[in-house]
């Protein structure tokens, strides 16, 4: 023997082992989506089950426009998962998603960002033609923005994998079908320090709305921050059973759930900050039994008070603790509608084995 090389394959980079909370059946079949360029990205893989009539809702923590965890929520759980992740840091943003009893996630969707420093933000879409946007919304409108599915989870179970380094989600795993336009691509690099500032000098705020009419119940969230007091979300039940979310919530943190009369009203009462934006501090669900609304508390001396009525839409917009809230008479006009119709029109409803032809999973907004 005369010369001895070493020989390096692509996933030689990677660690050669990964831990995982649990097993995939088939390991043979496991692709993986990297969000940045971290060699480290396959220490701890920890799934998250898409399907399921158990699960009750989906919640994801966000810090700096970077995901930090994914959970799925089941009745009677324990919500030790909140500080894992450090997801109780002070301004980390938990979004939460409500689901139906046979409501599953079936595609995985990105918005591609540029600079290549940014990680790209996920979409999970559902059966029921809901989508739970795991970013600020504001990175939809940008003239570049691109759209890509990911992964169709048609097999049952279905789940997905995810890996996080503390400072955000670097790695997705599936065991399903690839739909990337480019399997080989090269992840945005995490590695000049030249780039950190500028990711975190931008503050983008995340837009959530909700139809008002139809409404049965709602619970408040309050804040979960120390020190602070306030309302920082709202979960609405609707006549049909169905549920959405307007602003962050913890399920931790809520409080006693409210009846609500379709003939009655709703007060907030804010406190406006300068220059801009308001933290929620009261809110008054009152009948339709003559009951008027008047203050008496001390405490709520100063608040700017919107009333609203169970009709058209409600619009709560929030950047960490401070929220933006409107109303507008447009009921027809909800948070999943838009984004899904730019999905189906360029993906279809392939998990319904309906054809789509002549068209490209990836899509420029705009």
């Known amino acids: 023997m005369r ?3 070493v020989v390096k394959s692509e996933e030689d980079v990677l660690p050669p082992l990964a831990r995982w909370s649990l097993l995939p059946p088939n390991p043979e079949a496991i692709w993986y989506l990297h969000l940045d360029d971290r060699a480290s990205g396959r220490h701890y893989l920890k799934v998250l089950e898409c399907e399921s009539p158990e699960i009750t809702g989906y919640s994801a923590c966000l810090l700096d426009e970077d995901l930090l965890y994914l959970h799925s929520h089941r009745e009677g759980e324990d919500f030790s998962f909140y500080s894992e992740g450090r997801g109780d840091r002070l301004h980390a943003v938990w979004l939460y998603f409500p689901v139906e009893k046979n409501e599953r996630i079936v595609e995985v969707w990105r918005l591609r960002r540029r600079p290549a420093f940014w990680r790209d933000i996920l979409l999970l879409r559902t059966n029921k033609s809901r989508v739970f946007f795991l970013g600020a919304n504001a990175n939809m409108t940008q003239p570049d923005a691109i759209f890509e599915r990911v992964a169709l989870l048609t097999a049952k179970p279905s789940r997905l994998w995810f890996s996080s380094q503390g400072d955000g ?5 599936f065991d399903c079908e690839d739909k990337r336009h480019d399997k080989n691509e090269a992840p945005p690099s995490f590695h000049d320090p030249s780039t950190w500032s500028s990711r975190m000098s931008v503050q983008q705020v995340f837009n959530t709305s909700v139809k008002l009419g139809g409404v049965t119940g709602l619970v408040p969230c309050r804040t979960w921050i120390p020190g602070s007091t306030g309302i920082v979300g709202l979960i609405f039940t609707y006549s049909d059973g169905s549920r959405e979310s307007v602003g962050q919530i913890r399920l931790d943190h809520l ?3 409210i009846e609500v009369d379709p003939a009655g009203e709703m007060w907030i009462g804010a406190r406006l900050l300068q220059p801009s934006g308001a933290v929620v501090e009261s809110m008054r669900v009152i009948p339709s039994t003559g009951q008027t609304f008047h203050g008496g508390n001390p405490s709520q001396e100063g608040l700017t008070w919107l009333r609203i009525l169970w009709r058209g839409r409600l619009d709560w917009n929030f950047l ?3 929220c ?7 009921a027809n006009v909800n948070q999943h509608m838009g984004i899904d119709k730019l999905l189906e029109s360029w993906a279809g409803r392939e998990w ?3 054809e789509v032809s002549g068209q490209q999973p990836v899509v420029r907004a705009g």
Request: hydrophobic share 35%; proline share 8%; net charge negative.
């Open 255 to 257: 409080l006693p759930p």
């Open 352 to 354: 319904e084995k309906e």
């Open 320 to 322: 960490y603790s401070k």
């Open 324 to 330: 933006f809230i409107n109303v507008s008479d447009q």
């Open 169 to 173: 989600v670097d790695c997705l795993a």
């Open 3 to 5: 010369d001895l090389h």
